[in-house]
C-alpha cells in the first residue's frame, strides 16, 4: 500500500453539482496530470448511495498517493441527482468543458442509458461503478462495468428460493429502468425454476419512482396474499422507508428478500427493522480475503462512518482498474481517452475486496453472489453472509 496523505480539502465549484479535489492550478497540475470525472447521486432519493461511491473513490485515491498509474489525478464530481435530468448535463460539462478522459460513477439504469450513449459519441470511456442494464455486443464500445448487470440479483437469488421456499412470492419494486431490469433478473427466473408469484396479477407490482415513501398500503395488500415471502429492489432512502415499514405492517411476519434493501448507511438508518432481512449481493464486508481485510482496514482508518458498502468497493474498484490501465501507458505519452481505454482491454484478474474477478465479453464482472442475512455480529447489525449462490458473467 502507498503512503498515505492527508485527507485534502474540498473545492467547492461555483457550477451546480459541481465539486473538485485533489490536484487544481495550485498544486502544480500540469500536462501530466490526468482528469476524471466521477457522477454520483450528491442529492435525491439515492444521496447516500452517492456518498458510498465517492467515499470509496476518494478513499482509493487518497491511499494512492493522489495518483493513478503514476499520474497525479484531478478529480471532478459531480451530482447525479435522480436521473438523467440531472446527470446528463454534468457529463456534457465534464467531458466538452473540463476535458476529462474518463468518466466513472453512475448509480441509476436510467442515468447510465443516457451517458453511455453520450460517453461513445465523444469518444470518452465510461467505468461504471452503479447500475447497469444488459447491453447488447455491439454497443460496449468504451464502456466497462466494476459492479453489476442489474438482473444478476434475481438471476443469482431466483433458484434457490424456488428451492426453499414453499408457497409464492410477492415481487414489488419501483417503477424505473433499473427496478425493472432488477425485478425481471428475479421474476423470469424464479418462474421457470418452477415458483410462483403471490401477486394477484400475477405480475410484478410497480411503486413510482422517486414519490413512493409510504409502502404500508402496499404491505396491507400483501398481507391479503398467501405469500411465503416477498422480493424486492430498493435502495437508499426508499429502502429506509421500505424495511421500517414492513417491520410495522401486517405483512411483518413475512419474510423480506431482496436487493440493496440494506447496504451501507440503510442499514444504520433502519436499525432493528432491519434483523432477518435477506438480501442477494456480491459484496460484504465480512468476507474473508486480503483485499477485503486492507479495504476494511482502510475505511476504518480514515474515520469512515460504519463498514464499507457494495457500493464503495465497486467505487474503490473502478478506481483500481483505472489505475492499473494509465499505469501500463508509457511514462512521458500522454494519457487519452483512447489510450485508457485499449488498456483496461488488456486488464487481466483484479484482485479486489470481493474477490478476484475479471471483465467478461459483456464488459462487467464475471463474480460471486452471496446470500446474506442481517444478523447481531458482536454489538452491531450487519450483512452476514449465509452461503454462496452462483458465480454470475461467464
Known amino acids: 500500500m502507498k503512503h498515505r496523505l492527508p485527507r485534502r480539502a474540498l473545492l467547492l465549484g461555483t457550477a451546480a453539482g459541481l465539486v473538485l479535489t485533489g490536484c487544481t ?21 439515492y444521496e447516500e448511495v452517492g456518498n458510498d461511491m465517492r467515499a470509496g473513490f476518494e478513499l482509493y485515491l487518497e491511499t494512492h498517493n493522489n495518483e493513478l498509474g503514476g499520474r497525479k489525478v484531478e478529480l471532478l464530481v459531480g451530482d447525479e441527482g435522480d436521473g438523467p435530468a440531472t446527470s446528463y448535463d454534468v457529463a ?61 440479483n434475481g438471476t443469482a437469488i431466483a433458484p434457490y428460493m424456488a428451492e426453499n421456499l414453499d408457497g409464492p412470492v410477492y415481487a414489488i419494486g419501483p417503477d424505473y429502468q433499473g427496478g425493472h431490469d432488477q425485478l425481471r433478473g428475479f421474476t423470469e427466473n424464479f418462474l421457470e425454476a418452477g415458483g410462483t408469484l403471490a401477486n394477484p396479477t400475477g405480475e410484478t407490482t410497480w411503486t413510482k419512482f422517486p414519490d413512493t415513501d409510504n409502502f404500508l398500503p402496499y404491505f396491507t395488500e400483501i398481507a391479503q396474499t398467501d405469500a411465503a415471502a416477498i422480493y424486492t429492489f430498493y435502495a437508499g432512502a426508499a429502502a429506509v422507508n421500505f424495511v421500517q415499514q414492513w417491520a410495522q405492517s401486517d405483512a ?7 436487493a440493496f434493501l440494506t447496504e451501507g448507511s440503510a442499514l444504520t438508518a433502519q436499525g432493528d427493522a432491519a434483523e432477518g432481512v435477506y438480501t442477494v449481493m456480491n459484496y460484504s464486508a465480512d468476507l474473508d480475503n486480503a483485499a477485503n481485510r486492507e479495504f476494511v482496514s482502510e475505511w476504518t482508518a480514515a474515520g469512515l462512518t460504519g463498514q464499507p458498502s457494495l ?28 489510450a485508457i481505454n485499449a488498456a483496461v482491454a488488456e486488464l487481466g484478474e483484479i484482485d479486489s475486496p470481493r474477490g478476484p474477478w475479471r471483465f467478461s465479453d459483456t464488459h462487467a464482472p464475471v463474480q460471486r453472489w452471496y446470500l446474506r442475512q442481517v444478523q447481531l455480529d458482536g454489538q452491531q447489525l450487519s450483512n452476514v453472509v449465509i452461503q454462496e449462490l452462483a458465480t454470475l458473467g461467464d
Open 92 to 152: 456534457s460539462r465534464f467531458v466538452q468543458q473540463d476535458e476529462v478522459v474518463a468518466l466513472t460513477g453512475i448509480a441509476s439504469g436510467a442515468s447510465y442509458a443516457e451517458i453511455s450513449v453520450f460517453a461513445q459519441e465523444q469518444g470518452v470511456p465510461l467505468i461504471g461503478s452503479g447500475g447497469r442494464p444488459t447491453l447488447d455486443p455491439d454497443q460496449l464500445e468504451g464502456l466497462w462495468h466494476t459492479s453489476w448487470i442489474s438482473e444478476e
Open 25 to 45: 492550478a495550485d498544486d502544480g497540475a500540469s500536462a501530466d496530470t490526468v482528469k476524471i470525472g466521477l457522477i454520483v447521486p450528491q442529492t435525491g432519493v
Open 311 to 338: 457500493y464503495a468497493m465497486c467505487s474503490w474498484d473502478a478506481a483500481s482498474v483505472l489505475d492499473q490501465a494509465i499505469a501500463s501507458i508509457p511514462a512521458g505519452e500522454e494519457v487519452t481517452s483512447e
Open 252 to 258: 411483518k411476519d413475512i419474510p423480506l428478500y431482496g
